[in-house]
Structures are given as C-alpha cells and as structure tokens.
C-alpha cells in the first residue's frame, strides 16, 4: 500500500486536511459546527503547532495535528479526576515539568479506517519530528464508549496510559473524555522489543541521531 504524509504548510495542504476534518468532525460526528475553525489559518506560522495530512490512492484520507507545550490553563479548566494508572501522578506538575506535546484532530476517512497503516503512518511523521524538536511526552484525549474511538489503538498498539477523566472540551459530545499520556522513550522501548512490525512502521526512516535521542 502507498501511502504518503506531508507536513501542512501551505494553504493548499490546509484545504487537503480540512477536507478530512469536514468528512469526520461535521459530517459524520457532528462534533463542530464548522471546520474552518478546528485548523485556523494562522496555524500555518505557528511554530508550536504542526499539522499533518496523509494521502492513499485517492487524496486526503487522514490528518493529525501535534500542539507543543499545550497551555496549563486549557487543562485547570477540564477539571480532571483521575483514574487507575493515574491516581498518583500530580498532572499539573507532569505538565510543567516535562516537554509535553498534545495529539490530538486526530482523524481518518471511515473508508479508510480497515487499514491502520495510515493512523501508524500519521504518528510516524508526528514523533519522528516531536522527537527531534527534544519532546518527552504525548498527551491526548479520546472519548469513552464513542463508536470509533482508538483507545485500543492508543493504550494496547501505542502504549498509551489513561490517567484522567474529564466531562468537558472543545468539541461537542456527550461522551466524557479520557485523558491519555504517553512517555515517547518508553514507548520506543517497549515496541522495540514486544511490537516489531509496529516499531518498523513507525521509526521508518528516523535517521541515526533521532535513535540515539531514544536509546540515550
């Protein structure tokens, strides 16, 4: 399967990825009242903000936005409870005391989603450049009991670990929310050693230093 992911960077690319964003954050989940708005224009000169759209045979199926050092205050406001792995760790303190990167816009076409080479190769391109810019963490939200939630994809494939809940956000869903965290050195390690196709697919390509950022 051919599958390429760029970083958006140009106005077109921004329309290749809202048109992913229409198809599944309007159309099918009806969770904004308007795209445009998920992936704002001025994004493009963000330097904390990253975005990128992968393509198949037929154009645009997935897209993936990355925000560096998410502000502290997007967080007090959700009113965390934690849970389970999390009941011990201090978020606001995990927060400010590590290099933290949020996934989130997280999206593939629902025609597309039988394959998950294009979620691997979206995060593929996502940590090869979080890694690179000194990163340690990921942290994202997915929505409990929602029909096409990756939390099995994030906890079981990623290694990603729920440590909060919490009832509101941006987006408009009844669901409540899951907060996940992801340690990227541990992650490394861990599909190094458990999950090697998964390993390959995502370090595909990561040049020699970014492996020692890993390994180090």
Known sequence: MQVEVTRVETPEAREQALAVLR???LEEKNWVADQEQMFAQ????????????????????????VLYDPPLELYREYGFQQIGAGSGIDVEAFLR??????????????????????????????SEE????????Y?????EGEKHSPYEFHTRVMGFIPVATHD???L?????????????????????????????????????????????
């Open 42 to 65: 001025s994004d493009l000169e963000n330097p904390d903000v990253s975005w990128f759209v992968c393509f198949g045979a037929e154009g645009p199926v997935g897209v993936l936005r």
């Open 168 to 170: 509101v956000g941006e």
């Open 130 to 137: 979080t890694v690179r810019r000194g990163y340690s963490h």
């Open 172 to 216: 408009n869903t009844h669901h409540r929310r899951i907060t996940l965290i992801l340690d990227l050195r541990q992650a490394y390690w861990r599909l190094k050693t458990k999950k090697k196709k998964v390993y390959r697919l995502l370090t595909d390509g990561w040049s020699e230093e970014l492996h020692q950022k890993m390994a180090s």
């Open 23 to 25: 198809a599944t954050y």
């Open 139 to 143: 942290v994202t939200d997915i929505f």
């Open 97 to 126: 005391d590590n290099r933290i990167a949020e996934i989130g816009r997280f999206a593939v076409l629902p025609e597309s989603r039988r394959s998950v080479v294009y979620a691997l190769s979206l995060m593929r391109a996502a």
